[in-house]
């Protein structure tokens, strides 16, 4: 069982900046993939980014491509998403979550992990809010 605790949503004008962080904890992440994913009001929920543990190789959706940024912190079990540039369609609940790949973590690239279904564990979510 992995834990995950977001932190860092908040209010931020059109082109301001903001740091999520995702705090994990319970399992080690060698064979784990974490991800960002959001979801805005009336939306279904979509991919935003996500890094792999071990290599930190990274993948993002075409939306914020540019703009955010996400890695890992080993040291801390935790993953950051530093957003930049922020629109008002970044509105969103911001949701981490965990990809166990287990034996085919070696095999997998990152860029194949963008859909909710394939991902194990998820934090409860944080609140970003973009005005203009």
């Known amino acids: 069982q992995v834990q995950l605790v977001e932190s860092g949503g908040g209010l931020v004008q059109a082109g301001g900046s903001l740091r999520l962080s995702c705090a994990a904890s319970?399992?080690?992440?060698?064979?784990?993939?974490l991800g960002w994913f959001r979801q805005a009001p009336g939306k279904e929920r979509e991919f935003v980014a996500a890094?792999?543990?071990?290599?930190?190789?990274?993948y993002y959706a075409d939306s914020v491509k540019g703009r955010f940024t996400i890695w890992r912190e080993n040291a801390t079990n935790t993953v950051h998403l530093q957003m930049n540039g922020l629109e008002q369609d970044d509105t969103a609940v911001y949701y981490c979550?965990?990809?166990?790949?287990?034996?085919?973590?070696?095999?997998?690239?990152?860029?194949?992990?963008?859909?909710?279904?394939?991902?194990?564990?998820w934090g409860q979510g944080t609140r970003v809010t973009v005005s203009s």
């Open positions: 890094v792999k543990w071990v290599s930190g190789s990274t």
């Open positions: 319970g399992r080690r992440l060698n064979r784990y993939i």
């Open positions: 979550a965990a990809d166990n790949l287990g034996t085919a973590y070696f095999g997998t690239e990152v860029r194949g992990r963008i859909h909710e279904d394939t991902y194990d564990y």
